[in-house]
């Protein structure tokens, strides 16, 4: 299994909702990130997880809360979002520090 | 074939002819270098890498070059086809790192 499964494929949520993002890997990968995918934009780093453990929170509002509950799972639990945050968001695995990461297919997010 | 100096955001290509894809990037510490190839409403999916002991690398059809001394990156795609039609990011990091910057991305038009 070589792929990253990420659900839902699509979520529209109000501003008062609270929804996860749920991605899964079973590559055996000790490092998971989520990504922001603005449109005609380039992925931009959120958060990384290395051995379930969160190594890098790039200054991201309190409101995207992420878990990893073991080394294949790694939610985003979303509150009280803005219509600004309506995006692609990717998770993505590696074995362990960066070399080859691989994407999922994305949640693509919007907010109302 | 058709080929660019500097990064431009779109690059049109006629089918069969070879394509030339620059970026350019910013970290004089970076010694990984991925190329991702995303296709529209998927996530980004790897294509080559190569690391800062080397400066060229070839995959099937596809070659990537890497000139440290410009901090300059280029992804070469042989006999180019419809289905290369996609956005393309390099993206940049270093060895003990999690964090993989991605460049701005160059939209490739295969043209029949």
């Known amino acids: 299994d070589t792929e990253v499964t990420q659900t839902p494929k699509h979520l529209v949520m109000g501003m008062t909702n609270k929804k996860s993002l749920k991605c899964e890997q079973h590559?055996?990968?000790?490092?998971m990130y989520w990504y922001k995918q603005k449109a005609k934009k380039p992925p931009e780093l959120m958060f990384v997880?290395?051995?379930?453990?969160?190594?890098i929170n790039e200054s991201v509002p309190s409101r995207f809360s992420p878990e990893c509950p073991n080394s294949s799972l790694l939610n985003l639990h979303l509150h009280a979002l803005q219509p600004e945050d309506s995006a692609l968001y990717l998770c993505?695995?590696?074995?362990?520090?960066?070399?080859?990461?691989?994407f999922g297919q994305g949640t693509r997010l919007t907010v109302v | 074939g058709e080929s660019v100096g500097l990064h431009l955001p779109t690059l049109s290509v006629q089918e069969g002819d070879n394509s030339i894809i620059n970026c350019a990037y910013s970290?004089?510490?970076?010694?990984?270098f991925i190329w991702y190839k995303q296709e529209s409403g998927k996530g980004p999916q790897f294509i080559i890498d190569?690391?800062?002991?080397?400066d060229k690398r070839q995959g099937q059809r596809v070659t990537v070059l890497l000139n440290k001394t410009v901090k300059h990156l280029s992804l070469q795609i042989a006999a180019t086809q419809p289905g290369d039609s996609a956005v393309y990011f390099c993206?940049?990091?270093?060895?003990?790192?999690?964090?993989?910057?991605f460049g701005a991305g160059t939209t490739v038009t295969v043209r029949a």
């Open positions: 993206a940049e990091t270093s060895s003990n790192d999690y964090k993989l910057s």
């Open positions: 997880y290395s051995y379930e453990k969160l190594s």
């Open positions: 590559m055996g990968h000790r490092a």
């Open positions: 970290n004089s510490a970076s010694d990984y």
């Open positions: 190569i690391r800062s002991n080397m």
């Open positions: 993505a695995s590696s074995p362990r520090e960066v070399t080859e990461a691989f």
